[in-house]
């Protein structure tokens, strides 16, 4: 029976407007869901309850797993529903297919990769990240310290790296450092003691906000 529901899912969300997918290679992909409908509309349309919170939390929590169910509908997955580990990193119940999700209301997004844990953050671009750019900014990014949008961009990239990792306790200021590539590409390092690792970031505005996203692990 979910089989089915998934598969009736895909077929609804390729018709609507305020909807992205994006393949990043054949074993990774992301969609993206502009929040439109109300809690009891997603609820509708997913067959759950949300947990209890305000009505933007309900959308949240439901638009992220309506996505998930989509994208494990691409890979031909079943959906068992959606776990958590001890520190938060959600994971898909019954298969080995790492998912990540996101949300800054009305935008939510979610991400699968088959072989490989992997992030997504999307964000709102704000000023009031230049007044927290001293948590933030490892000491080789100083020079974007008043940038609003690449602060939004390094912020985003650390929140996708963590996600990666799982590992929440990291200090953005002092265990994780970025490199930009380009505009739309950020190399992330994570320099802790436990962990060594080199993450590649993809970066792609979604209508206002910013979408950041894992490509490859080198």
């Not at 609507?16 to 054949?26: A, F, G």
Request: hydrophobic letters at 45%; charged letters at 20%; glycine letters at 4%.
């Amino acid at each position: 029976m979910l089989v089915s529901k998934v598969l009736q899912l895909h077929d609804l969300f390729t018709q609507m407007p305020l909807y992205l997918t994006k393949k990043i290679n054949k074993v990774s992909t992301y969609a993206v869901w502009n929040i439109t409908e109300t809690a009891t509309d997603l609820a509708l349309l997913t067959g759950f309850s949300a947990p209890h919170g305000s009505n933007k939390k309900k959308c949240e929590w439901l638009a992220t797993r309506l996505l998930v169910m989509h994208l494990v509908a691409l890979f031909k997955i079943r959906y068992n529903g959606i776990g958590k580990t001890a520190k938060g990193k959600p994971f898909l119940i019954g298969h080995m297919a790492n998912i990540s999700i996101t949300h800054s209301f009305p935008m939510a997004a979610a991400m699968i990769h088959l072989d490989a844990p992997c992030g997504i953050d999307i964000e709102l671009p704000k000023s009031q990240l230049v007044k927290i750019q001293s948590k933030i900014l490892h000491k080789s990014e100083y020079q974007h310290k008043h940038n609003t949008f690449n602060l939004c961009k390094i912020w985003m990239a650390k929140e996708v790296l963590i996600k990666i990792c799982g590992q929440t306790q990291l200090s953005l200021k002092k265990e994780i450092k970025t490199e930009f590539i380009n505009d739309n590409q950020i190399l992330g390092h994570i320099m802790s003691d436990e962990i060594k690792e080199q993450h590649m970031i993809g970066i792609t505005p979604i209508f206002n906000y910013l979408l950041a996203f894992s490509q490859l692990k080198s």
